[in-house]
Structure formats: structure tokens, C-alpha cells
């Protein structure tokens, strides 16, 4: 239902941009986010979109990182800028239930290694 | 920052329960919810806060919450329910969305 891409090997200071197809339900119409992983550790937000105008970033990526969606491709999208290595995790995107809920559909993930 | 803490591990027989703690700060004005993640495999929820069990998560999973801390209870527990499992919430108070520790179940 959830389908991340666009990860990969960058350089610190480098750039990528995360994708999130979404094939079952509008993404105009859901809550959505990203959630990290990094290598054996646990689980860390990142950011939510609630709608085009109000999204949410987790501090350390605040100005770093940017959340959006193209509701015509029905895509969730994290530009991510200034990458450091301690930003190499896995990444999901997942759906939010309602304002405050759980993540009740998640991605399996794409992998973001930054190093020189 | 808001913090939840969950123990690093917990143990248990097949057929006992376990129970996972999570710990917050006036935890009980939050609506928690909890993941399970298997190794290699994207987390799936097994309960919300707000609506309960998602549909194909057994009964034998239950959560509560006494206002400090919250509790996940795995009743009847079988080998597939070895897993990490994760408490979170949102903070409004912050507006960020906060994960739990993690609790790493052993199923012995």
C-alpha cells in the first residue's frame, strides 16, 4: 500500500529525496509521516504532514528536511538537505489514524546512508 | 523534550503473560499506542490508544494506561510474539510525535 524509494549512498552536506507511493487511499484526505531507523536502534519521528500548510518536523531536521505530497501522483515526498551521517536510518512512511493517533499503515522502508 | 521509557527487554515463558511498561510524564492525558517490529520487517500496530486492536491483532493483546504509566499485556504468549514493541504518543505540547525506548520480548 505504501511503497518508499529513493534512498541510497550521499555524501555528507548531500541531498536526497525520499518518494511514497500510496496505492490505497487519498493522501489529500490522510494524515502521513516519515519515521526513521537507524542501524539497531529504535524508532524516531520525523515528520508529519496534516495538510499543505501544517506540517511538523522533528528538531534536529527542522530546516533541513521537508515534508510534501503531489496528491496528482498520490505521493508523499521528504526532501532531505544538509545530510549528516547520523541521518543514515531506514526510512518509512507511514499513515496516520486521525490528529494524534497511531501509525496504522507503514511502508517497509528505504534505506539512507550518508557517508563520505 | 518529552520522553517515554520503556525497559530494554523482557522475558517470558510461552503460555504466560507479559506485561510492557512505558513511562511518561502525565502519560494519562495522552492517548497511547502501541507497535510491534520484527526483525528486517516495518513496525505494525497492535493497539491505539484511541480505537483499540486493529483488525487481525489477537485479543491477547490489551493495553492500559493509570496516568503515569502504561502498560501493553501480552496474555497466552507464543513464540511469534517475540518482537521489539514500542509505546507513543503525540505531545502536544511540543507538537512532536514521541516514540518509546523500546521493550526487546524474549520468548524463552
Known amino acids: 500500500q505504501l511503497v518508499e524509494s529513493g534512498g541510497g549512498l550521499v555524501q555528507p552536506g548531500g541531498s536526497l529525496r525520499l518518494s511514497c507511493a500510496v496505492s490505497s487511499f487519498p493522501v489529500n484526505s490522510n494524515y502521513m509521516g516519515w519515521v526513521r531507523q537507524a542501524p539497531g536502534k529504535g524508532l524516531e519521528w520525523v515528520s508529519l504532514?496534516?495538510?499543505?500548510?501544517?506540517?511538523y518536523h522533528a528538531d534536529s531536521m527542522k530546516a533541513r528536511f521537508t515534508v510534501s505530497r503531489d496528491t496528482s501522483r498520490n505521493t508523499l515526498y521528504l526532501q532531505m538537505n544538509s545530510l549528516r551521517v547520523e541521518d543514515t536510518a531506514v526510512y518509512y512512511c507511514?499513515?496516520?489514524?486521525?490528529?494524534?493517533?497511531?501509525?496504522?499503515?507503514w511502508g517497509q522502508g528505504t534505506m539512507v546512508t550518508v557517508s563520505s | 523534550s518529552y520522553v517515554l521509557t520503556q525497559p530494554p527487554s523482557v522475558s517470558v515463558a510461552p503460555g504466560q503473560t507479559a506485561r510492557l511498561t512505558c513511562v511518561g510524564s502525565?502519560?494519562?492525558?495522552?492517548?497511547v499506542h502501541w507497535s510491534r517490529q520484527k526483525p528486517g520487517q516495518a513496525p505494525v500496530l497492535v493497539v491505539s490508544g484511541d480505537s483499540g486492536r486493529p483488525s487481525g491483532i489477537p485479543e491477547r493483546f490489551s493495553a492500559s494506561n493509570n496516568g503515569y504509566t502504561a502498560t501493553l499485556t501480552i496474555s497466552r504468549v507464543e513464540a511469534g510474539d517475540e518482537a521489539d514493541y514500542f509505546c507513543q504518543v503525540w505531545d502536544t505540547t511540543s507538537d512532536h510525535y514521541v516514540f518509546g525506548t523500546g521493550t526487546k520480548v524474549t520468548v524463552l
Open positions: 507511514a499513515r496516520l489514524q486521525n490528529w494524534g493517533g497511531a501509525f496504522d499503515v
Open positions: 504532514l496534516y495538510s499543505d500548510r501544517l506540517t
Open positions: 502525565n502519560l494519562g492525558s495522552k492517548s
